[in-house]
C-alpha cells in the first residue's frame, strides 16, 4: 500500500475536515489499484471505541468491499502471542487499597489532611500513579527532585508518595491497567523489532498526548509498512513556528504542541509530514486564520507581519457566527432556536461544550419544540432515579432518621413500586401530614405504630416501615463486605414493599448500570476493610458518579449534544461551539496536591497545560467546519465572564486587520449572531399582566368570626386579612416537615420549665435555686428537644439569666405568689355577642388580695407604648379579670401584670393599667370589634404590620409583592 520510504511515514488530516470520514476515503484510495484483499490485510489501530464504530459505519455506508482488521489501541495486550502478561488489577480494587492505606496514614497523622478529603486523595494519587505508569517514571525520579525551596510542603507529599512507591513496587503480577498497557506496547515493540510486520498498519486519530500511546507511534511509523495518520494537523503553520513549541513550559497550551513532539522523536521536519487525502478542507482560509491567531504567546508579534498577508477574510468569516449573549440563558436560548433550524431544514447539527449546565439548558429549551437531541454524555449514574434511591438508602445508614429522608424516600418512584403503589401513596400522604402536624422530628417505631392507629393504616404496611426505615443508623465500623450486602438487602426490600414482591429497582437501563457498580463493588469489597457508614455513603456517592446512563428514549437523528471528545470522531453540517469562556473552554486546570509545573516536567509527568492544549486541539478542529457557531455568556450567575482565550485571540487579529476588512468581518459575525439573540429575546416576552390590588374582602356578617382569642386581637389589628384566611376561609398553614428547634419550640419549652419550677417552689421556697432551676431545665430540655445542639444552647442561656430570673422571683414572692397556671380566661362581649378567649401563663395574688398577672415571653416583651397600640395581650387579660373572667376566679382588681423575657437577658415590661385602665381597654376593645361586624369593613391585608420586613402566614395568598403598603386597599364583597 506505501512506497518504500528511508523516514518513518506520517500523514495527517487539515483542520475542519470529517477525519474518520477523510481516513475511510484514504484506504479505499489507496487500495482501489490493489486486489480487494489488499484492503483486508491492513491492521488499522484507533484511539477510542467511538471512532471504531464511525469508521465501521461508513465503510457499511460505501461499496461492498473486505474490511480492514480493526483495533483499539488498548486491545494490542489481547493478541495470543501477548496473554501471558497477567491481567491489570482492576482500577476499583487499587482504589480501595489507596483508600485503606491513607486512611491508615491519617490515622497515624491527623494533621497531614482532613478525614472528608479520604476519597479525593485516593483518587487524585491514582491519577498520579496511573500517569507515573504511562509516561515511564520511576518513583526514583520523584523522590530524587530538587525541593529545598518547599521542603516543608514535599515532607507532606513524600508521606503520600509513599504509598504510591509501595503500589508500583508490588511486582510483575500486580499490574494497574496503565502500567500493563505500557508493558505489551514494549512487548510489541521487541517482538517487531525482530519480526517487523510485512502488512500495512496504520495508527490514525491519536495526538500521541499519553507516553504509551507516543511510543507505540513511533514504533508504527518506522514499520515496512507502518505510517500514522494525525487528525487536525496545521499545514499552515511556518516552520520557525513549529520549531518554537519545543520547549513544554511555554508551548504545552498550543493545539500543535503534541504534533512537534512526535515529529522530534521521529526526527521528521514539518514539511515530511504529507496530506492523507486530496481533498481541501472545508475553508482553507478559515484555517489560515484561526492558525495565525493561535499562535505561541512569545511569537504572537507574528501577527504584524503575517497578518497583511492573510487574504479572503470574508470567506473565512463567512460561515462563523459570534453568539455573545448578556447571559447563560439567553445564550442557550439562541442555540435551541438555531438548532430547531436544523432540525426543521434536515441540517445535521452539533452543540459542541464542556459546560454541563449549558447543555441541561439547551435541551430544556428544545422541549418547548418536542425535540430531543441526542447527548452523548447522557446522565450521571447518581442522578438517575436507581443512583438516587441507592444514595438514600446509605443515608439511613449515616444519620438519624428525621421526616425529610424518611419521606424522600418514601416517595421515591422505586419505592414500594408493586401492585399497591396507590395504596402506598395514599399512607404516605396521611404520614407526611401527620408528621407536620405532631411530630416527632425523628420518627421512630413508637410514633409510627401511633400514627398507624389513629389512621387505621394496614399493619403489614407499618411492619415493613417499622423493620426496613427505624433504628438503621449505625455508629461502629463495619466491613465493606458488610455495608454492600446491608445495602442490596435494604435497597430490595424497600423496593419491594409490604406485598414482598420484586420490586423494579434492576430494571432498563440505569437499573441495570446500578446493578453492575453494586456488584463490581461486591467483587473487590474484600480490599476495601473497615468504614463509618459516612465513608461508605461517600464511597458509594463517587462510584456512582463516576458513570453515565443513557436514556432509551428515540432522540432526534439530526440533533446531537457532543463532548469534546465525540466531537474529534463526529462529523456535522453546523457545529455550535458553546460556553466560550475561560474556565468553562479551556476548563481551569486542576489543582495538583503533589507536584508543582517544575517538578512535572523535570520528573517527566504531564503538566497541567496539556489538558488546556488538547482543548485548543479541539476548538481548531471544530472551528474549521463547514458551519460554525461561536458562543459565549458575557455574565454567568454572579459576575462578568472572561472570554475564552481562543477566541480573545481571534476577535484581537481581526480588530488588528483594517487593510483587510477585519473589523468589517467581526461586525458581521456579531450581528448575525445579534440577530439570533433579538428572536430568542422574541421568546421570553410575556403578554402584560396586572399585578394583584391590596386586597381588603368584606364578607358577609354571618361568615365573620364570633370568637378570637386574646394574642389575635394584635393580628385583628396589625394583619386583619390574617384573620379573614384563618376564620372565614378555614386556612391553616401547613407545619414544616423538616422540624427544627424555632422560636416556637423553644417557647413551649421555656414556658414548660418556668411553670414546674415556679410550682414546685410555691409550698417550699427553699426549692428557689440556681441547682433546682438549671437541673428541672436540663431534664424538661432532654424531654422534650431532640436535638443536643440546640439543648446545649438553650441550657446555657437559662444559665446566664438563671441568677436575674431567681432575684426578680424571690422579689416577687415577698409580695404573694402563684395562685394559678395556664388559667383559662372568657368573656362575652355585650352587646355585640362576641367572646374573647384565653390562657393566662400564670396568676399571683399580692397580700392585699389584688392580682397580678404574668407573661412569659422567649422573645423581646413589648415596648409600654406597643402594648397601648397593638400589643393589647396583657391589657385585655386585666380587664377581663376585673370582669370575673378567669375561670376559678371572681372579679377582682389587677395590681400588676407584667411581662417577663427569658431571651438573651433577663427583662420585665409591665402593661401600662394607669394608662391604659380596664375600663378603657374593653371600650376600645368593643369599639375594635364592632368595626369588623360591620358589612362594609373589610379586613386590609398587613395593614399595620410593626416592619416592611415582618412576614405574615398569608401574605402569598394576598398576593404581597405584587403590591406594597403604600398602595390603597382594594374592598370586595363577598357572597
Known sequence: MFEPSPAPRVFAVPPGSDFPKMLVQGLQDRSAAHPPEMLARVQLVVNTRRMARRVRDLFDQGPACLLPRLSLVTDLGESVDLAQIPPAIPPLQRRLELTQLIAKLLEQQPDLAARSSLFDLSDSLAALIDEMQGEGVSPDAIRNLDVSDMSGHWERAQKFIGIADQIIDSGPDALDVQARQRLVVENLIERWQVAPPQHPVILAGSTGSRGTTLMLMEAVARLPQGALILPGYDFDQPDRVWRGLDDALTSEDHPQYRFRKLMSQLGLEPDQVMPWTDDQPPSPARNRMVSLALRPAPITDAWMSEGPQLTDLDGATKDVTLVEAQSPRSEALAIALRLRQAAETGQTAALITPDRMLTRQVSAALDRWNILPDDSAGLPLQLSPPGRFLRHVAGLFARRLDGEALLTLLKHPLCHDGDERGAHLLHTRDLELDLRRHGPPFPDGASLTAFAIRKEVPEDWVRWLNSHFCDQQIADQLPLTDWVAKLRILAEAISAGASGETGTLWDKNAGQKAQGVLSALEKEAQHGGPMTAHDFADLLGALLAGEEVRDRDAPHPHIMIWGTLEARVQGADLLILGGLNEGSWPEAAAPDPWLNRQMRDK?????????????????????????????????????????????????????????????????????????????AEQLEIAPHIEPATRPSPRPPVASRPNRLSVTEIKRLIRDPYAIYAKHVLRLKPLDPLVQAPDSLLRGIVIHEILEHFVKDSVLDTALLTRDNFLKRAETLLDQHVAWPTARKLWLARLERIADDFLAAEIARRGDGGPVAFEAAVKLLLTPLDFTIVGRADRIDRNKRGALRIVDYKTGTPPTESQQSKFDKQLLIEAAMAEEGGIDGFDPSPVAEAIFIGMGGTYKEVPAPLAKEPPDKVLAELKKLVSAYLEPNQGFSSRRMLHKDSDVGDYDQLARFGEWDRTDDTTPEDLT
Open 603 to 679: 520528573a517527566g509527568l504531564l503538566l497541567p497545560e496539556r489538558r488546556i492544549g488538547l482543548s485548543a486541539h479541539d476548538f481548531q478542529q471544530a472551528i474549521g467546519a463547514p458551519e460554525v457557531w461561536l458562543t459565549r455568556a458575557k455574565r454567568s450567575d454572579d459576575a462578568e465572564t472572561v472570554p475564552s482565550r481562543w477566541l480573545n485571540r481571534l476577535t484581537n487579529l481581526l480588530h488588528g486587520l483594517p487593510g483587510q476588512g477585519g473589523p468589517e468581518a467581526l461586525s458581521e459575525m456579531r450581528n448575525k449572531g445579534r440577530q439570533w439573540l433579538q428572536w
